[in-house]
């Protein structure tokens, strides 16, 4: 069974950009809710229990059919919030080495991607993720995914990527989504970036 990973900082780490009531409601009620329905889910599937959350993900055709769309809904929530607590750090971090010079090549600085990918994130429409990700040639792009469905089903590797679910900014920034993504730029843990892009 799926457990809870706990955060990895305490619930106020992240203040004054990601808020203290969001974090908590975040991790010990939206993530713990896709856990609790991911491992229900997996009861009647013995066969499946020593499989990964992301050897299920990246093969979301070996899940049968009938609990298919409840394993890529709640294993994608479940995952995808395991790596977005990692993807950011009270102490802020820069961009370094390969990723670096990546992101030059790609979108000609790192200013254009912040831009490009701020603008992604804003105006993504409804519920979903915007992401950094790399494919299986190390060549970087910019993709939105809706509601829970992962980059890696697709066979990409996220390197960094922000929740655009109302639950993940409400409490503190109402509709005001631009203004949550621009103060996650702060909270972004580039070294996790860095590693994963190396990896």
Sequence with gaps: MFELTPLPYSYNALEPHIDEATMRIHHDKHHNGYMTKLNATLEAHPKLADKSIEELLTDLNSVPEDIRT??????GGYYHHNIFWEMM?????QVQGELAE???????????????????????????WTWLVKD???EISILSTANQDSPISQGLTPIIGIDTWEHAYYLKYQNRRPEYVEAW???LNWEYANRIFNS
């Design 102 to 128: 990546a992101i030059k090549k790609t979108f000609g600085g790192f200013e254009n991607f912040k831009e490009k990918f701020t603008k992604e994130a804003s105006i993504h429409f409804a519920s979903g």
């Design 89 to 93: 750090a009270p102490n802020q971090t």
């Design 136 to 138: 299986g040639n190390g």
């Design 70 to 75: 409840a394993v890529k809904n709640n294993g």
């Design 185 to 187: 730029w702060n909270v």
